[in-house]
Every structure is written in C-alpha cells, then in structure tokens.
C-alpha cells in the first residue's frame, strides 16, 4: 500500500486473498498508513491485528529492506500495489528501490513475476501516462479502480468488489469476474 486514495480496496484485496487461504506479506508506507486513517472505519493497528489473527499474514514496515520480498530468490504468486501513488508508480518506472514496496516491486518486474498497479489519480498529465506506458512495457497491469457501469454497481463496495475481482484476475488468482455477475449490457466487451 502506498499513499494513494482507496484504502478499502487495499483492505479488501488482502481479506479477499486470506479467505482463498492464500498467504498474503504485506507492507505499507507511511503515506498509505496516514491515507488509511482519513478513508477508513478500522484504524491500520486493527487491521493488521485482524490480519495478524491468520497464519497466513505477515507485515513488514516500508523501511524493512531485509524482508524476504525484497529478495527475487523468495518466490512469491506476484504483487499488486493497492493503492499505488503516482510518486510510487513514478520510482518503480525509473528504478528506484528505496523503500519496501518500491523494491518488491522492482523484484517482480526483474523476476517476470505478476505486478499490478492500481493507481487511484485523475486527472492524468503526460508524466503519470509515460509511466505507466513505461510500466505496461516492461509487464506490469495498470489496473485503475474503474467502475463497470454496465454491471450496475448500487454502492461503493459493488465498485470496490469488482476492482478486487479484477485484481486478483490479473495475478492469476481468479477468473475475471464471479459466477454471479451476469452481464446485462448490449455487447460482451469490457
């Protein structure tokens, strides 16, 4: 998690993942941990003591670049960065590891491993784009939380639902959608 907005996918990403009985290492940056705070009910301490309840769950500080994912001899399924800040989207396009996340995800690209970004920002300036562009390249899904009107989403956690959906689609985890979505729409592009 970094210092983006959309905190609630990030929290239900990794609920989502620990109920597939899947392990799940997470790590936060102090940005992300101040965001959580202004968008969430729970505080950060309460979920990570929830999380923590799951043999699962493991969570390493931002600083902490002696943590086994900072490494590409752990093998990990890939990594999702939910919420990504652009600053964050900036550095893992340019190399730069220094911190936790940015290093973990520098991993996933060296290893071909699974990366996904969900970059919560708009409007887009030729920078953000480049980025991402470079990002694309280089393997990474670019997984923006857009909502699929077609669906009719009747709250926020719909939308929330389907961007996690997604997300774990792209690392491999699920199918695209749910067997309970049906699709209503006039034609069966997304």
């Not at 996340?101 to 409007?123: G, N, S, Y």
Request: net charge negative; with cysteine; hydrophobic share 45%.
């Amino acid at each position: 998690m970094t210092g983006a907005s959309g905190s609630v996918v990030a929290g239900t990403a990794i609920d989502r993942i620990l109920q597939m009985d899947i392990p799940v290492i997470a790590t936060a940056s102090s940005a992300a941990r101040l965001v959580w705070q202004e968008e969430m009910d729970e505080s950060f301490g309460a979920a990570l003591e929830r999380w923590d309840e799951s043999d699962n769950f493991t969570f390493y500080p931002s600083g902490d670049l002696r943590a086994p994912i900072a490494s590409g001899t752990f093998p990990t399924l890939g990594m999702a960065v939910v919420p990504c800040s652009m600053s964050t989207m900036a550095a893992i396009a340019h190399g730069i590891s220094d911190n936790l996340p940015r290093r973990a995800a520098d991993v996933c690209l060296k290893e071909r491993r699974p990366l996904v970004l969900v970059p919560r920002e708009t409007p887009l300036h030729a920078i953000h784009l480049d980025n991402m562009a470079s990002l694309a390249r280089l393997g990474a899904t670019i997984l923006p939380p857009m909502p699929a009107f077609y669906l009719r989403p009747q709250s926020v956690e719909d939308i929330v639902e389907f961007v996690v959906q997604r997300l774990l689609s792209a690392l491999g985890l699920v199918d695209s959608l749910p067997a309970n979505v049906q699709y209503t729409g006039p034609d069966a592009r997304g």
